[in-house]
């Protein structure tokens, strides 16, 4: 089983940027996608961004433009860079490997003046 760490959350300003990063227990993360999520209060839990086992990433479009996911395979993270926060970006984010269907606990990010 592969575990899942989030760090990096908290409050923002609208426009400002945070950085949230998931790492992973076990040697086996490079083999695997990773994926961030969201889920904003009464809603349903969204797609954010992915990153292939390549890196090769894609994005939901609601951040495209402002979001960047990476990976650092040898430090066994996944790293997603937000940018130009916008207050309907305030949601839980979570991480998850597909092939383990591991996910994180969560991480709560405020975007608000």
């Known amino acids: 089983q592969v575990q899942l760490v989030e760090s990096g959350g908290g409050v923002v300003q609208p426009g400002g940027s945070l950085r949230l990063s998931c790492a992973a227990s076990g040697r086996m993360f490079s083999t695997s996608a990773a994926t961030w999520y969201r889920q904003a209060p009464g809603k349903q839990r969204e797609f954010v961004a992915t990153?292939?086992?390549?890196?090769?990433?894609n994005y939901a479009d609601s951040v495209k433009g402002r979001f960047t996911v990476s990976r650092d395979n040898a430090k066994n993270t996944v790293y997603l860079q937000m940018n130009s926060l916008k207050p309907e970006d305030t949601a839980v984010y979570y991480c998850?490997?597909?092939?383990?269907?591991?996910w994180g606990q969560g991480i709560q990010v405020t975007v608000s003046s």
């Open positions: 998850h490997l597909p092939r383990f269907n591991s």
């Open positions: 990153v292939g086992t390549r890196g090769i990433a």
